[in-house]
């Protein structure tokens, strides 16, 4: 009995160890705290109807404290792993077709060579690429390039492209006061 618990116990160690090894972005599903910066942001996407006010999930794409590669304890993945200092998804319905909706924040004073990376990719290509050999994603980056925005909706219906590129095209005009 006590040489099953005991491999019972080592196999439930050795799960959580490799499930706890990536570097995949992690999200939380509590209440999200933004800074005042990304919430004026927000603001002005509900205000335009580009986050709807109700019926829509808001998850903190937040960083995870575990052993990298290197045996060391630090902060992996989420927003991270672009070189922003925050972020954060909204999934919702439009039109019947699934919508997420990312943005993440960069401080001009603090970025570091990934932060630079995801920019410059965002300006010359208009896209990032999140790991190594994963697709391409379009993201778009506000006027003052401090802000990133990815905007997903599979659905090719009119009405869905409009509201896709016009809130775009807000975000792609938008500057920090």
């Given amino acids: 009995m006590k040489k099953i618990l005991a491999m019972i116990a080592s196999i439930i160690m050795v799960a959580v160890f490799v499930t706890g090894c990536g570097v995949a972005p992690q999200t939380t599903q509590k209440k999200v705290k933004l800074s005042s910066q990304l919430e004026v942001l927000e603001k002005g996407m509900k205000n335009k109807g580009f986050i709807p006010k109700k019926d829509v999930t808001k998850t903190e ?6 052993e990298g590669t290197d045996g060391k304890m630090g902060e992996y993945g989420g927003y991270l792993i672009i070189g922003a200092v925050e972020g954060v ?13 990312e943005m993440y924040r960069f401080d001009p004073k603090k970025l570091d060579e990934t932060g630079k990376k995801t920019i410059s990719d965002v ?6 690429s999140i790991g190594e050999g994963e697709s391409k994603i379009k993201a778009y980056l506000s006027a003052d390039e401090k802000y990133l925005l990815i905007y997903q909706d599979s659905s090719t ?7 896709m590129n016009d809130a775009i095209e807000y ?5 920090e006061k």
Avoid: A, C, H, W
């Fill in 61 to 66: 794409m937040s960083p995870v404290k575990q």
């Fill in 89 to 101: 998804r909204y999934s919702f319905k439009y039109n019947e077709s699934d919508v997420n909706l």
């Fill in 123 to 128: 300006k010359s290509t208009g896209e990032i």
């Fill in 157 to 163: 219906e009119k009405k869905n492209q409009t509201k």
């Fill in 171 to 175: 975000f792609k005009g938008y500057k």
